[in-house]
């Protein structure tokens, strides 16, 4: 995993998109019983995948390993507009 940073050139943020990632995945959990709080995590993620797909273009990965993160971004986008 270090070294898909540091091909995507985020080595530094590493620690910092983890921890988001965390907290997020937390969000969405609690999203079961506070339904503003999932959608507010998953609007988070949303944002988080939408950069990766940008950063995946700028590194020009192939449409194959772009696939995922569009997915992703995707499914947290409808989670974040339709709600828990």
């Known amino acids: ?3 898909e940073f540091l091909r995507y050139r985020l080595g530094a943020q590493r620690m910092l998109v983890g921890a988001l990632q965390g907290f997020a995945g937390i969000g969405l959990l609690a999203g079961m019983s506070q339904p ?3 959608q507010l995590a998953a609007g988070g993620l949303a944002l988080m995948m939408l950069i990766a797909v940008i950063v995946r273009f700028q590194i020009k990965d192939s449409l194959l390993q772009t696939i995922p993160a569009v ?5 947290n986008t409808y989670l974040c507009i ?3």
């Open 1 to 3: 995993m270090k070294q």
């Open 36 to 38: 503003w709080m999932g």
């Open 71 to 75: 997915f992703y971004l995707a499914f």
């Open 82 to 84: 339709a709600g828990f």
